[in-house]
């Protein structure tokens, strides 16, 4: 039987959700489980670049101060994301003409406006978003081909200039996939902190699956923390149909699975550091509303009527 009277909200570190805000606007269920089981929350897409800066000389604010205007009026925190970011990307970037202080003007601009509007209410910023490859090394993103390596160092300090009081992260997924991609981002970071760029914290996505595995994920998780950073698990969703079955519907054996895989990360996540913890926060909250949805997959804690899955279990047996 469930744990009655306990919430997600109750868990020793922070518990987080993307959410969707037209969901938000729309039905009362999903807003009511935010407020019952959530301390943090993400945009699914309301602060991704083109969302907020639709044109070069155009902010808009409109679906991501709904969202941080409720998170504070209900006690939640809220995470950024995300300023920089190589994919959905709006058309005005993807064909912007200029040269390096022009791209530089625009890059500035674009991170300084965005962390000054929401100063002292979003607690801290995914500032880049998936800049490394399975190697470990730095994608040639768009920003990278007009601003050279260095836009990762200048995104930082920018947004740090904005707002010094804001935790600063660089997120990525894979972490517990391979070695390579871990230890390059990590090696990447160490080598930022060394030459003083205000990064504070690593995110980890961890978009996974049920049989993925102990030992990734403890590597993912300590290696992380090792660094002495705060450590964000940022998009979590445990992907029960990873080969992509067509019309797969999960047994009662393989939720059972789900939830001992939540169960080993939120217990390998309880044991690292308190002060390093930032919270865990999954990719949106139900299944129903789950970007793996359509494969079809079932990968959260809360099924498509909002009701509590073993995974929700399994995560407060995880910190116990
Ligand atoms: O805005 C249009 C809307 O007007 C239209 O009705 C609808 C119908 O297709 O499409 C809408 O846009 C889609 C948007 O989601 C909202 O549903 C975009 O096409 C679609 O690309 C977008 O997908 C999002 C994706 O990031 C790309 O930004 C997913 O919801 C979101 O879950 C996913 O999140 C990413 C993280 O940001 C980074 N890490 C991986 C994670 C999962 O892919």
Avoid: C
Wanted: net charge positive.
């Amino acid at each position: 039987a469930l744990d009655e009277g306990v919430t997600l909200k109750d868990l020793p570190f922070k518990f987080g959700a993307a959410v969707n805000v037209n969901h938000m606007k729309s039905r009362p269920e999903y807003k009511a489980l935010i407020i019952k089981e959530y301390s943090s929350l993400t945009a699914e897409n309301a602060m991704k670049i083109g969302a907020l800066h639709p044109a070069k000389d155009t902010y808009n604010f409109t679906d991501a101060d709904y969202l941080v205007d409720f998170a504070i009026a209900n006690g939640k925190r809220v995470h950024g994301h995300t300023l920089i970011w190589d994919s959905s990307l709006p058309a005005w970037i993807k064909n912007f003409q200029g040269d390096y202080p022009a791209w530089k003007k625009m890059f500035e601009s674009h991170i300084t406006t965005i962390v000054k509007h929401f100063k002292g209410r979003v607690a801290s910023w995914d500032v880049i978003n998936e800049a490394f490859d399975d190697s470990g090394n730095l994608q040639n993103t768009i920003w990278r081909q007009h601003l050279g390596p260095n836009y990762i160092d200048m995104a930082f300090i920018f947004a740090h200039r904005a707002d010094p009081a804001a935790k600063l992260f660089i997120n990525d997924y894979g972490h517990e996939n391979g070695n390579s991609r871990r230890e390059g981002i990590i090696a990447y970071v160490k080598a930022l902190r060394t030459k003083k760029v205000p990064i504070h914290g690593i995110g980890m996505q961890f978009h996974t699956r049920y049989n993925r595995g102990t030992s990734s994920w403890t590597k993912a998780i300590n290696e992380t923390a090792a660094t002495g950073l705060l450590v964000h698990i940022s998009e979590l969703d445990i992907s029960v149909n990873p080969d992509g079955v067509k019309g797969y519907v999960p047994t009662a054996e393989r939720l059972a699975q789900q939830a001992d895989a939540y169960k080993t990360i939120f217990k390998l996540y309880n044991a690292i550091p308190k002060a390093q913890q930032w919270g865990i926060t999954t990719w949106n909250l139900t299944d129903n509303d789950s970007h793996l949805k359509s494969r079809p997959d079932y990968p959260l804690p809360f099924d498509t009527n909002y009701q509590k899955k073993p995974a929700y279990q399994g995560i407060l047996d995880g910190v116990k």
